[in-house]
Nanobody, 126 residues
Framework: QVQLVESGGGLVQAGGSLRLSCAASGRTFMSYVVGWFRRAPGQAREFVAGIKWAGGRTYYADSVAGRFTISRDNAKNTVYLQMNSLKPEDTAIYYC???????????????????WGQGTQVTVSS
């Protein structure tokens, strides 16, 4: 089993920055992908970014590419999401998730992930 705990959410003005953390524990993560999803009120949960633990291959949704950066710290079993140039439309609950690595790039579908954190709220004011 894998346990994931998100932190780092908060309230920030448009144009500001936040860094989210996803602390992982349990099984080895060498064969896993860790992704970030977000869910805004009244909307479906959508993929934001993902990273393969082995090799660090990353993939981003078009809506955040160039503004967000996903990274990992192997020693700390932690994945980060650095969010810059935040926009009000980035307001959502952000979840980290983990699942088996099945391809060259991280999966983009919720079904690609087996373990989920509880989420952390990000609010961007205009």
């Amino acid at each position: 089993q894998v346990q994931l705990v998100e932190s780092g959410g908060g309230l920030v003005q448009a144009g500001g920055s936040l860094r989210l953390s996803c602390a992982a524990s349990g099984r080895t993560f060498m064969s896993y992908v860790v992704g970030w999803f977000r869910r805004a009120p009244g909307q479906a949960r959508e993929f934001v970014a993902g990273i393969k633990w082995a090799g660090g291959r990353t993939y981003y949704a078009d809506s955040v590419a160039g503004r967000f950066t996903i990274s990992r710290d192997n020693a700390k079993n932690t994945v980060y999401l650095q969010m810059n140039s935040l926009k009000p439309e980035d307001t959502a609950i952000y979840y980290c998730a983990a699942g088996p690595a099945r391809g060259v790039v991280p999966g983009r579908q919720q079904s690609d992930y087996d373990y989920w954190g509880q989420g952390t709220q990000v609010t961007v004011s205009s």
